[in-house]
């Protein structure tokens, strides 16, 4: 299957620094792809869906000045954390999605550990 | 607007056993519908799909899903179980794209279920 890819796995940072999450499609060009945060031993938490080329969709509730999420090329999207606070500590899953097709099975990323002290 | 619903938060079976993790789902029109497996602090790994055809869908690992549409259930199945198989699972649906494409692909989870198998 395709391969999404997430980097850091993990990361700490201090409380009012800004952290910055990259998500690669490896094997295939992604037009739209997704972030998520998901709380210990809870559901996913669509965050924002961004098409390359233009600005994401932020789902209600997210502030999208506080995290900006940049889909420059076919293959990577960005998720900074802006000003993080420990609050923001948790567990971010991008996904990624090729071509218009409905069917197409969307692919997700491993996953990234935010820890704010 | 549509939802998904996995009504057990836990699933306990004996390896060797057969399992089953129900999902159930609302939607306004054609439903597409995903079932994903995750793996303690991993990212989420597709199992199989249904979008249109056989109601019996197969997937990765000997696992298998029945669309079933009177019911708007589709329950994710295996006929032997492994220990191997602990973890959590999640149904997804997914949306079908607005005028503009904007939400193109959007899945909405289930809270997700976690499957014990018992040596």
């Known amino acids: 299957g395709a391969v999404v890819s997430q980097h850091p796995s993990w990361v700490i940072c201090k409380s009012g620094t800004s952290v910055k999450i990259e998500c690669r499609s490896l094997d295939f060009q992604a037009t739209t792809m997704f972030w998520y945060r998901q709380f210990p031993k809870q559901s996913l938490m669509l965050m924002a869906t961004?098409?390359?080329?233009?600005?994401?969709?932020?789902e209600q509730g997210v502030e999208k000045d506080k995290f900006l999420i940049n889909h420059a090329s076919l293959t990577l999207s960005t998720l900074t954390v802006t000003s993080a606070h420990p609050e923001d500590s948790s567990f971010y899953i991008c996904?990624?999605?090729?071509?218009?097709?409905?069917?197409?099975?969307?692919?997700f990323g491993e996953g990234s550990w935010l820890t704010v002290v | 607007a549509q939802s998904v619903a996995q009504p057990e938060d836990q699933v306990n079976v004996a390896e060797g056993n057969p399992l089953t993790v129900k999902c159930t789902y609302s939607v306004s029109g054609n439903p597409y519908l995903f079932w994903y497996v995750q793996y303690p602090n991993r990212g989420l790994q597709f199992l199989l799909k249904?979008?249109?055809?056989?109601?019996l869908v197969k997937g990765s690992y000997g696992f298998e899903a029945e669309f079933n549409k009177s019911q708007t259930s589709f329950h994710l199945k295996k006929p032997s179980a492994l220990v191997s198989d602990s973890a959590l699972y999640f149904c997804?649906?997914?949306?079908?794209?607005?005028?503009?494409?904007?939400?193109?692909?959007?899945?909405?989870f289930g809270q997700g279920t976690i499957l014990t198998v018992h040596p």
């Open positions: 961004s098409n390359e080329g233009s600005k994401a969709t932020y």
């Open positions: 997804a649906v997914r949306d079908i794209p607005n005028a503009g494409g904007t939400s193109y692909g959007k899945l909405t």
């Open positions: 249904y979008i249109t055809g056989d109601n």
């Open positions: 996904s990624a999605r090729s071509g218009l097709i409905i069917g197409n099975t969307i692919y």
